[in-house]
C-alpha cells in the first residue's frame, strides 16, 4: 500500500509537470490574450469564465496582471472587478490548501530560509487577521508565493479567506480600472466610442482618485507592517531574499 508521504510528492510532481509544461509550450501572454477575446463573445457568461481562469493562474503561479486589465477593458470597472475579485480570492484560497496540504513540502523548502517569511510566521501567530491583511495591501511580499506559504502558518482558513479579499480589493479596482480606462481610449481611437468629452474627464479624474487611494492605503499597509514585523525591511539578507524570490 503506497503510504501518505509518497502519494504526496507523486501529487507534488505531477503539479509540477502540469504547470512545468503549460508554461514551456504556451505562450502563456498570448494565450490570455486570445481567452479574453473569446470571452467577448460570451455574453453573460464572459465574466464567470474569466473569474474561472483567474483560479487556474493563481494556482499555477501565472501573474493575473493580464486578466485583471482585460476585465476592465471588456467589462467596465463594476463588473470586472467583481470577476476580478471573485476569481483572485478563490484562486488564493485554493493555493493556499495546496501550500498546506499537498505541496507543503516543497514550499517549506523554498521559504525556510527567508527571513522574512519567518518573521511573518512569527506575528501570524499572534495577529493572523491583521498581519494577512497588511501583507495583501502592501507591495513588498510576492503575491503568487504568500498564496501558497500562508498554508503553513497557523492563521484559519477563515480570517485568511476574508483578509485576502478585503486586502487585495484597492489594487483590484485600481487595475480593473486602468484597463478600463484603456479600453476606452482604444475604442475613441478607432472611433467605435462616442462619448462626451466630460464623461471622459470624469473617467481620468476617478482613475487619478482611484490610483492616489490606492497608492496612499499602500504606503499606510507598508507603515503599519513594518511595526507588526520588526524585521521587514530591517535586514539587508531578507530584502534580498525577497527580491530573489
Not at 491583511?133 to 503575491?143: A, G, I, N
Not at 497608492?215 to 520588526?230: E, F, I, M, W
Request: glycine residues 12%.
Amino acid at each position: 500500500m503506497i503510504g501518505a508521504r509518497k502519494l504526496r510528492l507523486v501529487g507534488i510532481l505531477v503539479l509540477a509537470l502540469v504547470v512545468g509544461a503549460a508554461l514551456f509550450f504556451l505562450p502563456m501572454k498570448d494565450y490570455l490574450n486570445t481567452f479574453l477575446e473569446k470571452t467577448k463573445q460570451a455574453g453573460p457568461w464572459g465574466p464567470v469564465m474569466l473569474a474561472g481562469v483567474y483560479i487556474v493562474t493563481c494556482v499555477a503561479g501565472v501573474p493575473g496582471s493580464i486578466l485583471t486589465l482585460g476585465a476592465g477593458a471588456l467589462f467596465g470597472v463594476v463588473v470586472g472587478t467583481i470577476a476580478v475579485s471573485i476569481g483572485s480570492t478563490l484562486g488564493a484560497s485554493a493555493a493556499f490548501f495546496v501550500g498546506r496540504t499537498l505541496a507543503r513540502g516543497l514550499i517549506e523548502s523554498k521559504v525556510s530560509g527567508n527571513l522574512k517569511f519567518r518573521a511573518i510566521d512569527r506575528a501570524v501567530g499572534e495577529q493572523g487577521f491583521k498581519i494577512v491583511l497588511l501583507t495583501r495591501l502592501s507591495p513588498v511580499f510576492p503575491f503568487n508565493l504568500l498564496n501558497y506559504a500562508f498554508g503553513l502558518t497557523r492563521v484559519s482558513f477563515g480570517k485568511y479567506f476574508l483578509a485576502s479579499w478585503i486586502g487585495m480589493f484597492p489594487g483590484t479596482v485600481m487595475f480593473v480600472y486602468l484597463g478600463s480606462a484603456a479600453g476606452q481610449l482604444g475604442a475613441l481611437a478607432t472611433g467605435h466610442n462616442k462619448r462626451s468629452p466630460a464623461e471622459y474627464a470624469l473617467l481620468f479624474v476617478g482613475l487619478a482618485a482611484t490610483v492616489v487611494v490606492t497608492v496612499l492605503v499602500t504606503r499606510v499597509a507598508s507603515k503599519a507592517l513594518k511595526q507588526a514585523v520588526p524585521e521587514t525591511g530591517q535586514s539587508p539578507d531578507a530584502a534580498a531574499l525577497t527580491a530573489e524570490s
